[in-house]
């Protein structure tokens, strides 16, 4: 069974940054793409970033590109989320998720495995 623990949110005053991590289960943590989701109250679920298995490929959300990255460490079975600049907007449950493949995918049903979520508050 595939464990992943996210921490990191927390409130943030607008421009200011905060990291996200997310812990797996020992396994097969290196084997699969990763991603970032999150979902603000009243609205639907949307990808964040994602990551190849080896990490030498990302990919952004229109909405973060720039301001975010992303990256891994496979030896300690972790990814990261590095968000800049923050805005009001950026305001969600932040979710960690597992891809079934080795690449990047960009929808919910394409990660059958999800943390818990940690909330991330930006104050304007």
């Known amino acids: 069974q595939v464990q992943l623990v996210e921490s990191g949110g927390g409130l943030v005053q607008a421009g200011g940054s905060l990291r996200l991590s997310c812990a797996a289960s020992?396994?097969?943590?290196?084997?699969?793409?990763m991603g970032w989701f999150r979902q603000a109250p009243g609205k639907e679920r949307e990808f964040v970033a994602g990551i190849t298995y080896s990490g030498d490929s990302t990919e952004f959300s229109d909405s973060v590109k720039g301001r975010f990255t992303i990256s891994r460490d496979n030896a300690k079975n972790t990814m990261y989320l590095q968000m800049n600049s923050l805005k009001p907007e950026d305001t969600a449950d932040y979710y960690c998720?597992?891809?079934?493949?080795?690449?990047?995918?960009?929808?919910?049903?394409?990660?059958?495995?999800w943390g818990q979520g940690t909330q991330v508050t930006v104050s304007s």
């Open positions: 998720a597992r891809a079934r493949a080795t690449r990047v995918l960009f929808t919910s049903d394409g990660y059958p495995y």
């Open positions: 020992a396994g097969t943590f290196s084997t699969y793409g």
